[in-house]
Each structure stands twice: as C-alpha cells, then as structure tokens.
C-alpha cells in the first residue's frame, strides 16, 4: 500500500491555534502532526492520523442531548468552537462558513452539517444560540454544555479553549481555537482548516471531500 504521507510537508508554522475574543491576548501554538498531502488538492489540510471525537454529552439549542461522536448523520459536518458574544473572528469564520454553503449544488448541499459549540455556556443559552446562528443560516446547529464537557470536547479535535478575564457584563473573556475541524460521519475527523479559508475555497474543498477526490486516513 502506497504511503500517502510520503509527500507530506509537516507545518512550521502555527495554525490558527487561540484567538483572545473580545481582546485577549492570542497563544500561538502549533497544532501537532498536521501535515498537507501534496497531491491532495485541499486548501485545508488532511491529519495524518484524525482525531477521533470523544462521547461529550452536550445539549442543542432545542435541549435535546447532542454527543458528537455519534448525533451528526450527515458525510460531513464542520464543527467550530467560540462564543456569540465574540466581536471578530467567530463572526468572520461562521459568515464564510454560510457563504461556502451556498456555493454548493443541492445535492452536495444536502451532505453538509455545521455545529457551533459554544466556549461560553454562562452567557450563550439556547435560545442566545439559536438567534445567533439563525442570522447566517437556520440550519446551523448551535450546542452547549458544561463548561468541563466543552473543553473536553475541544480538546478532542485539538482546540484549545481557555477561560481569561472577568468583563464589566459578569461573563468571562474566552480564548480558543479558530479552527474549522471536518468530521465524518463515523466519528472521525481527518481535516482541518483555518479561520482564513475564503468561502470559496471551502467549497471548493467540500466538493472534492463528498466526492471521494481526497485522501484520508
């Protein structure tokens, strides 16, 4: 069997790692083991080894139980960490996000789920959730927990999520990862893109994923 990793390129560099929402401080630090398949074509990357999501039980914005290891159904679902009350980068990225999907055929469309977890369970309720993410797109699906249970969560596709100041509004700054993780269906997640993917790279990068044009692990 061929070795797809063969080619790989292993990053130096650091890929989009925290951010520090509502004016933290960002920790840059590189994500481990993320290489990019020359051959593969993908603006995001592949993992040489995916991660492999961790039962989490979360609650989604209807409060029904939500464990991403196993509720998402759809070939791929795009999972991001952050927070609604965050004034840049959460925003930007669930923006692009809704602006790739809308690129997309109808039946390539249908394949696709999005998950916002939120890093900020004190102040993001489900009804907060719910009319965030409606405003980008009515499908999204938004979760939330236990502060402990999301940090375990994030922690399973290498997001870090880190809890710093104290506001003037009683809530927390949060810092986290910025990443956009792609997960399977099977509860594996082989990519992984950054908070600077342009809408159409996405799907353009979507599109080979559902039709099996990319290799994984």
Excluded at 129 to 136: G, H, N, V, W
Aim: proline fraction near 6%; glycine fraction near 10%; charge should be neutral.
């Amino acid at each position: 069997m061929r070795d797809r990793l063969a080619t790989a390129v292993l990053l130096g560099v650091a890929l989009l790692t925290t951010a520090g929402c509502g004016g933290g401080t960002a920790d840059q630090r590189p994500v481990a083991d993320v290489s990019v398949h020359d051959a593969d074509g993908l603006h995001g990357v592949v993992l040489p080894q995916a991660y492999r999501t961790p039962h989490v039980a979360l609650r989604d914005t209807s409060g029904a139980r939500f464990d991403l290891a196993s509720s998402p159904r759809k070939p791929l679902t795009l999972v991001f960490f952050g927070y609604t009350s965050c004034p840049d980068v959460c925003g930007i990225v669930m923006g692009n996000l809704a602006s790739a999907l809308v690129r997309l055929d109808a039946a390539h469309r249908r394949q696709v789920g999005v998950v916002f977890v939120t890093t900020d369970p004190q102040r993001d309720t489900s009804r907060v959730l719910r009319t965030y993410l409606d405003r980008f797109d009515p499908t999204f699906e938004g979760l939330t927990g236990s502060l402990p249970a999301i940090v375990r969560a994030a922690k399973g596709y290498g997001v870090p999520v880190e809890t710093g100041r104290r506001l003037a509004s009683g809530g927390f700054d949060v810092a986290h990862g910025t990443q956009v993780v792609g997960l399977r269906a099977d509860g594996s997640a082989p990519y992984v893109w950054t908070e600077g993917t342009s809408p159409q790279e996405t799907a353009d990068d979507v599109t080979k994923i559902l039709d099996h044009k990319v290799p994984t692990t």
